[in-house]
């Protein structure tokens, strides 16, 4: 499994990239890159965008992983694994200064689990409508020591993310980051422009 680099939409020509912050994004469950990627232009200019696609090919849109119940458990944590070596892989070849995170729904827990994999390595995490995989990772332990800071942005209206999901991401979640959370009245399953204010609000403060 692989990033399709040829995919990935930027904010910046390669030559404007240099001595910059990356921040990337990750869209959710049977979307694509360049759903994300319009809200590059809300968003703080300091950092260079890149918008990537999911590596997994559901004829009609892309996924990180499977969703729970439409293959074994296994499978399904064994293709997280995959899909977070594939990014770690991908953000090796690159010369960042810096880099956040920031995903909605399946693309919220893909950012979480990058810090999972790689504790120390993100500034920040951005997760919208998102959930943490209930799993135990060896760098869940130094996570909680240092404690990177994570916007959490979630409706009340929200279907699709089961509470199970959203009960343990409640509690992992102050654990292991300088959690910033914030509940929108009646918002379903997706982003409102409230919510992208207060996430312009959250990266600015990390630079």
């Known amino acids: ?14 030559r404007e990239r240099a001595n910059r912050p990356l921040l990337v994004l990750m869209h959710g469950y049977g979307s694509h890159e360049g759903d994300l990627f319009s809200l590059a232009r809300y968003l703080p200019l300091e950092p260079v965008v890149a918008s990537v696609r ?18 074994d458990a296994s499978v399904r ?3 997280i694994d995959e899909s977070t070596d594939a990014l770690l892989a991908w953000l090796d070849t690159l010369n960042s200064r810096s880099v956040g995170l920031l995903g909605f729904s399946q693309g919220g827990a893909m950012s979480l689990e990058l810090m999972r994999a790689a504790p ?6 951005v997760q919208l409508s998102g959930f943490t995989v209930p799993t135990e990772q060896p760098g869940d332990a130094k996570l909680a020591q240092l404690k990177p ?12 993310i089961p509470d199970s999901l959203v009960n343990h991401t409640i509690d992992w979640l102050p ?14 399953h997706s982003v409102t422009t409230e919510e992208i204010a207060d996430v312009h609000e959250f990266i600015a403060r990390q630079y």
């Open 1 to 14: 499994m692989k990033i399709d680099t040829e995919a990935i939409l930027w904010s910046a020509p390669e």
């Open 54 to 71: 999911a590596p997994i090919d559901l004829g009609g849109g892309w996924a990180w992983f499977p969703p729970a119940g439409h293959t």
């Open 77 to 79: 944590l064994a293709e």
């Open 120 to 125: 120390g390595r993100f500034d920040y995490a």
């Open 149 to 160: 800071p994570v916007f959490w942005g979630r409706g009340t209206a929200d279907e699709v």
């Open 175 to 188: 654990e292991h980051s300088s959690l910033t959370e914030r509940i929108y009245e009646g918002v379903a």
